[in-house]
């Protein structure tokens, strides 16, 4: 499905209507660049799973944890370098926990990405953001 974003304010609701259908396990990967979104994405997604919480970026901080309806984390693996950064993070014990994951910048490790993740890739294209939700086949 692709979604042509016009602002911020579409782009979260592109998530929220995306967070309707999740389910605790559910992990949905986010990619793009710099500033294209992801976290306006995942704000979005959250105020459905979780109404009360406000998301800031876990860029410093790793992951930020929201209670709500479900329990949702939200990873940023920009300052990650390498898996045994990653593995003292918490980031294998955390996505074993019944609660739904949202992780930024999941081109820089890759093989933590768990396989039946949802993969929620934005770009910008021109003033606008393009948003590619792939089908899964989970
Ligand atoms: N269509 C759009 N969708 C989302 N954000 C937009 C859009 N157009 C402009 N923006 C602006 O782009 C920025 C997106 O910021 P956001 O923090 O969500 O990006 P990000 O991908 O999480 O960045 P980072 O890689 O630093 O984590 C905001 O300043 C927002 O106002
Ligand atoms: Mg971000």
């Excluded at 979260?12 to 992801?38: S, T």
């Excluded at 300052?79 to 918490?90: A, F, K, N, P, Q």
């Amino acid at each position: 499905m692709t979604i042509i974003s016009e602002n911020e304010k579409d782009t979260e609701n592109a998530g929220a209507r995306l967070a309707e259908n999740l389910k605790p396990g559910d992990f949905v990967a986010l990619y793009g660049d710099l500033g294209v979104g992801k976290t306006a994405f995942t704000r979005g997604a959250v105020s459905v799973l979780c109404k009360d919480a406000q998301v800031c970026s876990p860029t410093y901080a790793i992951v930020n944890k929201y209670d709500g309806d479900v329990t949702v984390y939200h990873f940023d693996l920009y300052r990650i370098t390498d898996d045994d950064d990653l593995y003292s993070t918490g980031y294998y014990d955390i996505t074993e926990e019944p609660a739904v994951f949202f992780c930024e910048w999941c081109e820089k490790c890759p093989e933590a990405i768990p396989d039946n993740a949802i993969k929620v890739y934005i770009c910008r294209d021109g003033d606008k953001r393009r948003i590619e939700i792939a089908d899964t086949c989970a």
